[in-house]
Every structure is written in structure tokens, then in C-alpha cells.
């Protein structure tokens, strides 16, 4: 079922044909009384009462907001057009606002792709589209929109690793717009038949369980250090070479292998320290204590 334009005419118009036919009808009564004509009395009544009738037909639609309408439990269209308007009494009409809403889930704890339970939990910005659907469709899309986002959390967040690898393969917490663009797709394509548009969907909250917390930091701690020492040895390494070779060329000093590696082996031990070392001055010959 697809939203179609229901029947409505502007208000105001509206409202000063129904008091010309409150005004006629007083009319009619009142030159009943004086001549004593009942045919006009009975004509006054009955314009009196289709004025009170098309009362009924009046309602307001504020900016960004539908009024869906039913003849009888059938779908009549849907009325967008701001302002004051009147159609057929007949119909029962029921609000639905077409504006932008959100809401966050709750922390959902689900198993990565890895199997380490995760917990995560989403924000999502949507609105409504079709009037129809979102009313007739579902029972309660509001509530369909809000469950539905919960289960497409949990399918996206079982597809990805927390930790990125070294295989390329997106991860839940360093490649943000990918894992958005796909929650926002898998989240589309389950609210699509209430007539809701998904605009936006971003992680929230993402963090490990509770009971791997702790191991997984250590984890984390230990890749850091590793990284860090990896990225301190190549600078030492470098810095090294550098200056055996300046050495070489500016003729400086001249060293057999030994000393060499002696040098080396105390330039990387100042330079990868984790503390800063204490100088010890030489002060006998090259190859003297």
C-alpha cells in the first residue's frame, strides 16, 4: 500500500460558506415566525444542521506532519498541505508527523566475527516517508523502526572483528564510516516496508565485555609496546648506520670490526634505553683501558 493524495479544500473558504448557511438558516426561521410559514422553518433546520455537519469535516495540519484518512476502515489518502482544511465528514483522520527523530539503542552484547563478545549500541536518525505504509503496514512503527535497528546492530556487528587484522578486513572500531554506511544499509532494508527513511546510523558505544575487558587491554598494552620498541629500533638502526658512515667519509676515526660492533652495540643501547644512560669518559688510548 503506497501513499496517495487525499481530498481536502481550504479551510477558511470553507468556514464562511458554513456561517452564510448558519446566517440563511437564522433567516428562514425568523421569517417563519412572522408569516407563519412552516416550509421555511423545516429549510432553515435542515441548512442549520448541514452547517453543524461540515464542522465536523475541519482540521489543521502543522508543517511537517500527514494526516492519514479513512472512509469506513478504507484508506482515503493522505493529506499534507499546511494550514487550516476541511474535507468529507465522513472520515476519520489520524496524525502522523513526517519529521526527522532519532533514538540510541540499548547496549547490545553480541560476539564479533572473531567470537569475543562485544558490547554496542547504535544511534539512529530516521523519518517517515510513506503514510501509509507506516500506518497500515505495521502495527506500531515507532516501535517496529526501534526493534528492527536493534536486530540489524546485532547481524552488522557479528560480521566484523573489533581489532583490525592484518588481512585488510574492516573492523568495528577503526573503520567507522564503512561500519555506519553498512548499519545504515542493513537497518534500510528492514524498516522499508513501514514507509521509514533511514538518514543517518553511527556507533555509539563499542567497547569489549566485561569479562575479557581486562585480557583484551592487556592485548592492546602489549601491541602498543610492541609497535613502539619496533618503531624505536628501526630509528636507532638508522641513526647507527648514519653515523658509521659519516664517520667513514669525514675520516674521522678508523675502526676495525670489533670496535665497531662496540659502538654499535653501545649506540643502540643509548638510543633504545628505556632510561637515560650515564656517560663513562675514556680517558686512556683507543685500544687501552
Not at 564503512?178 to 513501514?194: F, G, S, Y
Request: net charge negative.
Amino acid at each position: 500500500m503506497n501513499e496517495r493524495q487525499g481530498f481536502s479544500v481550504a479551510g477558511i473558504p470553507t468556514v464562511l460558506v458554513c456561517l452564510v448557511m448558519g446566517l440563511v438558516s437564522v433567516m428562514l426561521w425568523v421569517n417563519m415566525l412572522q408569516q407563519q410559514e412552516g416550509g421555511l422553518g423545516v429549510v432553515g433546520l435542515l441548512l442549520f444542521g448541514l452547517a453543524l455537519f461540515m464542522l465536523r469535516g475541519f482540521f489543521q495540519v502543522a508543517p511537517n506532519e500527514g494526516q492519514v484518512m479513512q472512509l469506513f476502515g478504507k484508506y482515503a489518502g493522505t493529506v499534507r498541505a499546511e494550514g487550516l482544511r476541511w474535507t468529507n465528514p465522513f472520515y476519520s483522520r489520524r496524525r502522523v508527523s513526517l519529521r526527522v527523530r532519532n533514538f540510541e539503542s540499548s547496549k547490545l552484547k553480541v560476539n564479533d566475527s572473531d567470537g569475543n563478545p562485544i558490547e554496542i549500541a547504535a544511534i539512529v536518525v530516521w523519518q517517515v516517508v510513506d503514510t501509509a505504509e507506516a500506518v497500515f503496514c505495521v502495527e506500531d512503527y515507532e516501535n517496529f523502526a526501534q526493534i528492527q535497528s536493534e536486530s540489524a546492530l546485532r547481524q552488522m556487528a557479528q560480521n566484523y572483528p573489533y581489532d583490525a587484522h592484518d588481512d585488510g578486513k574492516p573492523a568495528l572500531r577503526s573503520h567507522g564510516e564503512v561500519i555506519n554506511n553498512h548499519l545504515r544499509d542493513e537497518i534500510q532494508a528492514r524498516l522499508e516496508k513501514a514507509g521509514v527513511q533511514v538518514v543517518e546510523a553511527r556507533i555509539s558505544h563499542l567497547a569489549y565485555a566485561q569479562e575479557i575487558a581486562q585480557a583484551m587491554l592487556q592485548r592492546q598494552q602489549a601491541n602498543a609496546i610492541v609497535a613502539a620498541r619496533e618503531r624505536i629500533v628501526d630509528g636507532a638502526v638508522g641513526m647507527v648506520a648514519m653515523a658509521l658512515e659519516r664517520l667513514r667519509q669525514q675520516g674521522v676515526v678508523e675502526l676495525d670490526e670489533e670496535r665497531k660492533a662496540a659502538m654499535v652495540s653501545n649506540l643502540l643501547v643509548v638510543l633504545c634505553g628505556d632510561r637515560s644512560t650515564q656517560p663513562v669518559v675514556n680517558a686512556g688510548t683507543l685500544y687501552g683501558g
